[in-house]
Protein backbone atom coordinates (compact mmCIF):
# COMPACT_ATOMS: atom_id res chain seq x y z
CA UNK A 1 0.00 0.00 0.00
CA UNK A 2 1.31 3.33 -1.21
CA UNK A 3 0.74 6.56 0.23
CA UNK A 4 0.24 9.56 -2.91
CA UNK A 5 -1.26 12.19 -0.39
CA UNK A 6 -1.20 13.48 3.65
CA UNK A 7 -4.05 15.59 5.30
CA UNK A 8 -3.68 18.79 5.28
CA UNK A 9 -7.36 19.50 6.80
CA UNK A 10 -10.49 18.79 7.91
CA UNK A 11 -13.80 20.30 6.80
CA UNK A 12 -16.96 18.45 9.42
CA UNK A 13 -20.24 18.44 7.03
CA UNK A 14 -22.54 17.70 9.70
CA UNK A 15 -23.46 16.86 13.14
CA UNK A 16 -22.55 13.76 15.53
CA UNK A 17 -24.98 11.19 15.54
CA UNK A 18 -25.38 7.28 16.06
CA UNK A 19 -24.10 5.72 12.66
CA UNK A 20 -26.64 4.19 10.52
CA UNK A 21 -25.20 1.36 8.99
CA UNK A 22 -25.19 -2.56 10.85
CA UNK A 23 -21.60 -3.31 11.77
CA UNK A 24 -21.01 0.64 12.70
CA UNK A 25 -24.05 0.99 14.80
CA UNK A 26 -22.13 0.69 17.51
CA UNK A 27 -20.02 3.73 16.88
CA UNK A 28 -20.81 7.69 16.73
CA UNK A 29 -20.06 9.39 13.11
CA UNK A 30 -19.38 12.78 11.73
CA UNK A 31 -19.39 13.64 8.53
CA UNK A 32 -16.58 15.49 7.13
CA UNK A 33 -14.43 16.13 4.10
CA UNK A 34 -10.56 15.59 4.62
CA UNK A 35 -8.66 17.92 2.26
CA UNK A 36 -4.86 16.69 0.75
CA UNK A 37 -1.68 17.83 0.08
CA UNK A 38 -2.05 16.81 -3.81
CA UNK A 39 -5.30 18.55 -4.29
CA UNK A 40 -7.68 15.85 -3.32
CA UNK A 41 -10.78 16.49 -1.25
CA UNK A 42 -12.42 12.83 -0.03
CA UNK A 43 -15.57 12.42 2.36
CA UNK A 44 -15.47 10.63 5.23
CA UNK A 45 -17.08 9.44 8.07
CA UNK A 46 -15.07 9.68 11.34
CA UNK A 47 -15.77 7.58 13.93
CA UNK A 48 -15.67 7.42 18.13
CA UNK A 49 -16.48 4.12 19.80
CA UNK A 50 -19.33 3.98 22.55
CA UNK A 51 -19.58 7.52 22.91
CA UNK A 52 -19.55 10.70 21.28
CA UNK A 53 -17.01 12.49 23.32
CA UNK A 54 -13.88 12.06 21.43
CA UNK A 55 -15.58 14.13 18.15
CA UNK A 56 -16.81 16.42 20.11
CA UNK A 57 -13.35 16.96 21.51
CA UNK A 58 -12.21 16.79 17.87
CA UNK A 59 -14.97 19.84 17.09
CA UNK A 60 -13.84 21.83 20.36
CA UNK A 61 -10.24 20.76 19.49
CA UNK A 62 -9.20 20.19 23.51
CA UNK A 63 -5.88 19.28 23.89
CA UNK A 64 -4.76 19.64 19.89
CA UNK A 65 -6.96 16.75 18.81
CA UNK A 66 -8.22 18.27 15.67
CA UNK A 67 -4.86 19.82 14.83
CA UNK A 68 -3.16 16.39 15.47
CA UNK A 69 -5.74 14.79 13.23
CA UNK A 70 -6.34 17.11 10.22
CA UNK A 71 -2.47 16.07 9.62
CA UNK A 72 -3.12 12.09 10.50
CA UNK A 73 -4.94 10.88 7.09
CA UNK A 74 -3.36 9.49 4.00
CA UNK A 75 -4.73 8.72 0.50
CA UNK A 76 -3.38 5.31 -1.04
CA UNK A 77 -2.70 5.15 -4.32
CA UNK A 78 -6.21 3.21 -4.72
CA UNK A 79 -8.08 6.28 -3.21
CA UNK A 80 -8.62 4.90 0.50
CA UNK A 81 -8.21 7.07 3.31
CA UNK A 82 -6.23 5.66 5.92
CA UNK A 83 -5.33 6.98 9.72
CA UNK A 84 -1.33 7.10 9.88
CA UNK A 85 -0.78 9.42 12.60
CA UNK A 86 1.02 6.37 14.10
CA UNK A 87 3.59 7.00 11.25
CA UNK A 88 7.24 8.67 11.72
CA UNK A 89 7.40 11.64 10.13
CA UNK A 90 10.48 10.09 8.58
CA UNK A 91 8.65 7.72 6.46
CA UNK A 92 7.59 10.56 4.36
CA UNK A 93 11.13 10.21 2.97
Known sequence: MKLVARSVSIEVLGEIERCHDGENSKFYCLPVKIHFDNGEVKEYMLRAHG??????????NKKGLRDKMEKAFGLTEDGNIIYVGYLEESSDS
Open 51 to 60: EPKTLKDFLE
